[in-house]
């Protein structure tokens, strides 16, 4: 009980950063090289007023790109996109766990996988940053040796890190080069967002103990909760705030129905075979 108390006061304190959160960048493979796609979460709450998403294209070394995001509001605990893909419902074929999140569609959206990516406050100060400034991808690599190519491919925030108003590779797990090529789901039925893993990856286990560890969507937003790891897994167990139990699961994890469970915050206790354990903040809408 100890340990779960702690568990608690620490996510308390991290939820208290309301700055907005860039937690993945997709460069879609569908009809023009749709969808482009940058995923933002808000831990605590955020208004978004004056706040502009820029981007830095190829060699540019001025932002020259710039979406104004001011529409979003005031978002508490929840994912936002701005996309580009011609129209909503061409971008919800693609993301279909984004359907219900705010969105915002500009023809601004337009990186090709060597990009780079940041939001802005008002007075001009960094949020969070995606990408070298001032380098393209594929030149960071050859001069400098740092990939973080995303190129018909994406790039996606590892659990609880940033944000970051300076850039670090580390924190961020990449698709590779082209990973998305024929993927779209014209050519195979299946949504760009499984291909990738999922979206809505960001309240994963920071550091997790279990080989490859992703749960998702979170929040969940249709009753469904998704769970993949290389790790053989055990046991799921889901506790309320208080530290009670409310779930125990020892099968059946891919695909775990949470339908019954009010929306909230809860905590979700997942132990592989060879005894690591995680803990993940789960939200429910």
Known sequence: MKKITLFVSLLLAYMAQAQPVITAVVDGTCQYGRPKVVEIYVNGTHDFTGDTLQIQTNSHTDWNMNIDISSFGTVTDDYVYVY????????????????????????????????RVRIIASDGSVYDLFGTPGVDADDDYSQNGIDWRYRDSWAKRNPGQGPSATFDVNQWSFGGRDALDNKCSAADSTPLEDDMGGIQTYLGVQNSSINHLQVYPNPVTDGMLHLNAADKIRSVQIFDLSGKEIMHLTGGFENIDVSRLNSGIYMLKITADNGAADLVKLMIE
Request: charged share 20%.
């Open 84 to 115: 580009f893909d011609g129209s909503s419902d061409n971008f919800l074929t693609e993301f279909p766990s984004a359907a219900g999140k705010p969105a915002i569609e500009s023809n601004h959206v337009a990186f090709n996988g060597d990009d």
